[in-house]
């Protein structure tokens, strides 16, 4: 990997985080299309995904700062909606790890999985239109979230869309839906970057690592991100999700093509 194409796979991670599209799976198409082998640098290839995830958490707490301090309030119910929902992701992250290991190495699939996101996006919509007076976040909504949360590990399975879909079907306002979900990012990825470090350091890979391009990839994801974040929080918000639905149709079939007709490539 070069400085150019970190630069481009950090916008992407930024611009896509806060989209219900996958960022992680757009992540794999484009560096499979960039020519960047997935399996030969997988411990790398971990690490930048993290890396870049952590400068869009920059932005998500600078925009949402004052959501964030309202979790430290009592009776800190907030607080404990979030330890709930965060439950889920941990127990299929660690149960299912060497299966999310083989599909982050293995974009054969991603086709698949961006075709479901699309599907429960389409619903969302559906649910959302038809729900005419939808309810404060509570603890049903937050587990509900949570659990399609753990679902959205897998590459091109959107974590944000899975859980803006648990929300919407629990019958919850969108903007505190959209709110909690970008919330519910900040434990996922802190507790992936501490496992990815402690991965990498085991496997004696930290020396080879290239700094320079996680830098370029994650200071260009934290600019796309804040810049995104804000736009999208509306726009979610208003449960316009059709548009994602049919734009993951789209890459679902491109990437279905790319992957299973061999003239395509």
Known sequence: MVWWQALVLGLIQGFTEFLPVSSSGHLILVRELMG?????????????????????????????????????????KRMGMLIVATIPAVIVGFLCKDYINEYFNNATYLCFFFLFTAVIMLVSEIIAKKNKNP???????????????????????????????????AGSKGKQVATFSFLMSIPVILGSLLLTVIDVAKSGA????????????SIAAFASG????????????????????????????????????????
């Open 206 to 217: 930290l020396g080879s690592i290239d700094w320079f391009n996680i830098a370029v990839g």
């Open 135 to 169: 309810k404060d976040l509570g603890w049903g909504g937050a587990i509900a979230m949570g659990v399609m949360q753990g679902v959205g590990v897998f590459p091109g399975v959107s974590r944000s869309g899975s859980s803006i879909f648990g929300g919407t079907v």
């Open 36 to 76: 960047l082998n997935l399996v030969s640098s997988t411990q790398e290839n971990f690490l930048f995904d993290i890396m870049v995830h952590v400068g869009t958490l920059v932005a998500v707490v600078l925009v949402l700062y004052k959501d964030i301090g309202g979790l430290f309030k009592k009776p800190f």
């Open 226 to 265: 804040y810049f995104s974040v804000k736009v999208m929080l509306g726009l979610i918000a208003k449960a316009n999700f059709k548009w994602f639905s049919l734009y993951l149709l789209a890459v679902s079939i491109f990437s279905f093509a790319y992957y299973f007709i061999p003239s395509v490539r």
